[in-house]
T-cell receptor, first 110, second 113 residues
Framework: DAKTTQPPSMDCAEGRAANLPCNHS???????VYWYRQIHSQGPQYIIH???NNETNEMASLIITEDRKSSTLILPHATLRDTAVYYC???????????FGTGTRLKVLA | DAGVTQSPTHLIKTRGQHVTLRCSPI?????VSWYQQVLGQGPQFIFQ???????GRGNFPDRFSARQFPNYSSELNVNALLLGDSALYLC????????????FGSGTQLSVL
């Protein structure tokens, strides 16, 4: 099973792009990368996921390196409500087993 | 539409007791997963059920068990509680089949004294 490594904390100015890195150097070919975030006392909320290609949705963009050993979540215009713990997760292909790391605590500053 | 609902929201038990946590998935979702989140750490996978069958199990002792009912709701049972079982227990549902994102409930906060 792949594991992920994230910086423990980051700050970002409101209105600026927040770029959250994740290392998953032992990821296998059939393992997806998911990003969730967790606001205090709530359950994790899905943001985006990908296998090989870059992905974009209404919340964020996901950039996966060509060798798939790392990825970056981009929140294009961070707001105060984006303050949360962000988890980069590897899901073992064909299963529901999500391997969470310790996450990055993002603080958006006014 | 209602999201994933878990009950109770908070629970206090003493060592050695047994506890049952309940989860109702989003309507139409057939898969339920359980996660344990210790303070300051990410959630850890415990179980996954699909169509009432166990489809995955994490590295937890046999004191942990679960089941899924015909209406797709689920129970997580923990026997012989230890202090280290104190955690937030999260339930997540999905429509079914691999490749789908999970929808998490707000969890049950279990404190073992």
């Amino acid at each position: 099973d792949a594991k992920t490594t994230q910086p423990p904390s980051m700050d970002c100015a409101e209105g600026r792009a927040a770029n959250l890195p994740c290392n998953h150097s032992t990821i296998s070919g059939n393992e997806y990368v998911y990003w969730y975030r967790q606001i205090h006392s709530q359950g994790p909320q899905y943001i985006i996921h990908g296998l090989k290609n870059n992905e974009t949705n209404e919340m964020a963009s996901l950039i996966i390196t060509e060798d798939r050993k790392s990825s970056t979540l981009i929140l294009p215009h961070a707001t105060l409500r984006d303050t949360a713990v962000y988890y980069c997760i590897v899901r073992v292909g064909g299963t529901y087993k999500y391997i969470f790391g310790t996450g990055t605590r993002l603080k958006v500053l006014a | 539409d209602a999201g994933v609902t878990q009950s109770p929201t908070h629970l206090i038990k003493t060592r050695g007791q047994h506890v049952t946590l309940r989860c109702s998935p989003i309507s139409g979702h057939k898969s339920v997963s359980w996660y344990q989140q210790v303070l300051g750490q990410g959630p850890q996978f415990i179980f996954q059920y699909y169509e009432k069958e166990e489809r995955g199990r994490g590295n937890f002792p046999d004191r942990f068990s679960a089941r899924q009912f015909p209406n797709y709701s689920s129970e997580l049972n923990v026997n012989a509680l230890l202090l280290g079982d104190s955690a937030l227990y999260l339930c997540a549902s999905s429509p079914g089949g691999p490749g789908e994102k999970l929808f998490f409930g707000s969890g049950t906060q279990l404190s073992v004294l």
